[in-house]
């Protein structure tokens, strides 16, 4: 469903994403894992139409969907978490959340109709019912990962980018982040998450692409990946995320 071909992100003297090649099937869940700075971030951005690549194509269900807006694309069924969840903070966790339906990926909804569909996804996701009405900004940051979470399924993707989910989280949350994640492939969407976590890498994905330095340097099966020399030298060495 989704095929980047040679896609890279200049940046002032720096190549933040160098020449990468990525496919991603129906229903599959692609961890993206990879140092500090590698470009992850940058590539999801890319995908979701956020910053526009200096060259490669992005297609998406054999659209080109290169150099779109984030907008168009999020119609086209793409929806993004932020590593840093810091939008809309004056309104409150279900006028976040009915944004996305609003806005998403579908016709035109009733606002009757995106509420109602706010509530059924704050529910799928476990947001908190009293604090529903508490504005974003006085969230704390496992509420704010779900709501966002909520927002970005209620516009209805087909594909869902994941930065840095469950970061911040205790094992417990993290575990929890897990049986959602799983939960929403379930329902038939794809997902590509950005993770630092190797346990939750390994628990979730299909398969795992690894970057460094803006470069892909693996892409298979999470225990080929994780036993890959290269990865273990340029990555795994350094963290003590097991
Ligand atoms: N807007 C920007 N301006 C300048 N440098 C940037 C910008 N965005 C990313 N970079 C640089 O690009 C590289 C990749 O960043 P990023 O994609 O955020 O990495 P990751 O998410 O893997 O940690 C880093 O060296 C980062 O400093
Ligand atoms: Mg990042």
């Given at each position: 469903?989704?095929?980047?071909?040679?896609?890279?992100?200049?940046?002032?003297?720096?190549?933040?994403?160098?020449?990468?090649?990525?496919?991603?099937?129906?229903?599959?869940?692609?961890?993206?894992?990879?140092?500090?700075?590698?470009?992850?971030?940058?590539?999801?951005n890319m995908i979701s139409g956020?910053?526009?690549?200096?060259?490669?194509?992005?297609?998406?269900?054999?659209?080109?969907?290169?150099?779109?807006k984030a907008d168009r694309i999020c119609k086209k069924g793409i929806a993004k978490t932020f590593q840093i969840a810091e939008s809309f903070p004056g309104l409150t966790a279900y006028e976040c959340t009915m944004i996305g339906a609003l806005f998403g990926n579908h016709r035109a909804i009733s606002m009757a109709d995106a509420g109602k569909k706010a509530i059924e996804i704050l529910d799928f996701v476990g947001f908190p019912m009293e604090k529903r009405d508490t504005t974003i900004k006085n969230l704390n940051v496992v509420e704010l990962k779900r709501v966002q979470l909520a927002r970005a399924l209620?516009?209805?993707?087909?594909?869902?980018?994941?930065?840095?989910?469950?970061?911040?989280?205790n094992p417990k949350e993290s575990n929890e982040a897990v049986d959602l994640i799983k939960k929403i492939r379930d329902q038939g969407v794809a997902i590509l998450i950005i993770e630092h976590v190797m346990s939750v890498i390994m628990g979730v994905s299909?398969?795992?692409?690894?970057?460094?330095?803006?470069?892909?340097?693996?892409?298979?099966?999470?225990?080929?990946?994780?036993?890959?020399?290269?990865?273990?030298?340029?990555?795994?060495?350094?963290i003590d995320a097991f």
């Open positions: 469903m989704l095929t980047l071909k040679g896609i890279s992100k200049q940046i002032g003297g720096l190549r933040a994403v160098n020449n990468v090649d990525l496919s991603m099937g129906e229903n599959e869940i692609v961890g993206l894992v990879g140092p500090n700075g590698a470009g992850k971030t940058t590539l999801l956020i910053s526009i690549p200096t060259s490669g194509t992005i297609i998406f269900d054999n659209e080109n969907i290169t150099g779109l209620a516009s209805e993707p087909k594909l869902l980018l994941l930065d840095e989910l469950t970061t911040g989280l299909d398969r795992i692409v690894v970057l460094d330095y803006g470069e892909k340097i693996a892409d298979g099966r999470p225990y080929e990946v994780v036993n890959n020399q290269k990865v273990i030298d340029t990555y795994l060495g350094d």
